[in-house]
């Protein structure tokens, strides 16, 4: 991408989003682009100070007749979800993001963009280096690994921070506030399998789901977009119904915020029931695809030879086949519950995210999201039941806190007036289904008074993620005009 592709008046926040794209910053390897965050810093005359975890504080003074308005946190993180699309060779750790416009949108090339949340990043960037209007002091706040666990946010030396105002810019809509989210917790099974050897007269069949969209798990969970652990097993109940056939391997999905966009089953069949198996496998595929047809344009399934997957060389146990198909079909996924206090809204949600298979055992996440922690809690359990009572072991990890909305925030009404006053009309305010670090910010900083933006986001975690270009501009023109009214 070069500055002759970008909108008129983008250059500056896109320039920063550039450089930014052309560093790895996958969750947990976050050291280069801090580095970065804090290198530029320097060269801008800025203070920054890094914690333990990894969190980096840009500190930016304040403007002549702020002093009393005290410091504003402006907060977004550094890593990024990882995903390409199963023909990319781009890897990760060393590839620079390729950025492509296409009219008024920005999105990468076969790969996530990023922009959840390097557009947070390079906004607050833009601002503190913008030398042409006043502001109260910003204390720049990015953390590490979001993407997996908030870990950064929970691990957080809160000491680095003097602010009381948080303006997080980690939401997907420009023209809305989001004032509350859910909170999210791992769900772990473990299922034991014994194995058994494989007929030399049976053939090895490889049973491919592929080409869905994907998604953010809590952006996207209400949509009905097809998850493709749940339909590979689907497929595998039909064919266990009818043919015998030994299951040898499952794997799909990558992390537990996304929405699985592929999935495979190793099959071992006997030479006579091809035929059938294929037949029962196409009619499945044409069902799932009818069903889906609103949501998943790019379904593909498939079924063809196979190899043997590394280091395992027999099959599941009849009784364990099915005990395993049982235990899948059982977990849900999707929205579990919609919101009663506001219509639209998922309030709580299963992510059936990763199964993965070795020798010993299926080995199955589940992501778990809701704005109620009690039902939260209750979703999680009936989980844990669930893989009891199918031989399983289970253990939960990860929780992190909701936040809960403040209708009466002092933040929230500045923000709508300041909006008001430049578009004319009101701001949308929302929670959000996704997953925030505010909560646990607002824990490590008491009386904290917060609210979360962003520009219009459509597709994170996926390689379809995109960013609308003039969206990231208005938000640019809103934090400049609300940070200059914070005037002492």
């Not at 099959?315 to 999707?334: E, I, K």
């Not at 009690?374 to 669930?386: N, W, Y």
């Amino acid at each position: 991408m070069s500055s002759r592709d970008l909108p008129d008046n983008s250059n500056a926040v896109l320039d920063i989003f550039s450089r930014i794209s052309a560093v790895p910053r996958p969750s947990g390897k976050e050291k280069q682009i801090a580095a970065w965050v804090m290198a530029r810093a320097q060269k801008s005359g800025f203070d920054s100070v890094r914690d333990s975890i990894g969190n980096v504080v840009v500190r930016v003074p304040e403007s002549p007749g702020y002093e009393a308005s005290g410091p504003v946190i402006l907060q977004s993180h550094l890593d990024m979800v990882c995903e390409k699309n199963p023909e990319s060779n781009h890897d990760f750790s060393s590839d620079p993001i390729r950025l492509v416009v296409e009219g008024d949108w920005l999105q990468a090339n076969g790969t996530t963009l990023g922009a959840d949340n390097g557009i947070g990043m390079a906004i607050a960037i833009a601002l503190a280096e913008d030398r042409f209007f006043r502001h109260p002091g910003l204390e720049l706040l990015f953390t590490v690994e979001e993407e997996t666990g908030l870990s950064g946010a929970q691990n957080l030396d809160a000491k680095m921070l003097q602010g009381r105002t948080l303006i997080n810019i980690d939401s997907e809509q420009e023209g809305t506030f989001t004032i509350g989210c859910a909170g999210g917790e791992n769900g772990r099974i473990d299922l034991p399998v014994s194995r058994e050897d494989i007929p030399e007269s049976y053939t090895i069949q490889r049973l491919d789901v592929s080409g869905l969209r994907g998604g953010h798990s809590g952006m996207n969970i209400g949509e009905k977009r097809g998850n493709a652990n749940k339909i590979l097993v689907r497929i595998l109940g039909n064919l266990f119904s009818r043919v015998p056939l030994q299951l040898i391997s499952l794997d799909g999905g990558t992390r537990s915020n996304v929405i699985p966009r592929d999935a495979v089953a190793i099959l071992a069949l006997q030479p006579d029931s091809e035929e059938k198996v294929r037949c029962i496998v196409d009619t499945a595929a044409a069902e799932v695809a009818k069903e889906y047809a609103h949501a998943e344009k790019g379904l593909s399934i498939t079924l063809a030879p196979g190899d043997l997957p590394a280091s395992i060389a027999r099959a599941f146990s009849a009784a364990d086949s099915r005990r395993c198909l049982r235990l899948l079909d059982n977990l849900p996924h999707g929205v579990h519950q919609w919101s009663t206090e506001l219509e639209g809204a998922v309030e709580t949600s299963n992510n059936l995210a990763i199964v993965h298979t070795d020798e010993e055992a299926v080995h199955i996440l589940c992501f778990q999201r809701s704005s109620k922690m009690t039902e939260l809690q209750t979703l999680t359990s009936h989980i844990g039941v669930l893989a009891a009572r199918h031989g399983a072991r289970f253990h939960r990890n990860g929780f992190y806190p909701g936040w809960e909305p403040r209708m009466d925030s002092p933040l929230l009404a500045h923000c709508q007036e300041v909006f008001k006053k430049i578009h004319k009309r009101e701001a949308k305010v929302t929670l959000t289904h996704g997953g925030l670090e505010c909560g646990i910010l607002g824990s490590k900083l008491p009386n904290l008074d917060m609210i979360s933006l962003g520009p219009t986001i459509e597709n994170p975690h996926s390689p379809q993620e995109r960013v609308h270009v003039p969206s990231i501009l208005g938000v640019y023109d809103f934090l400049k005009e609300l940070l200059t009214s914070f005037a002492s």
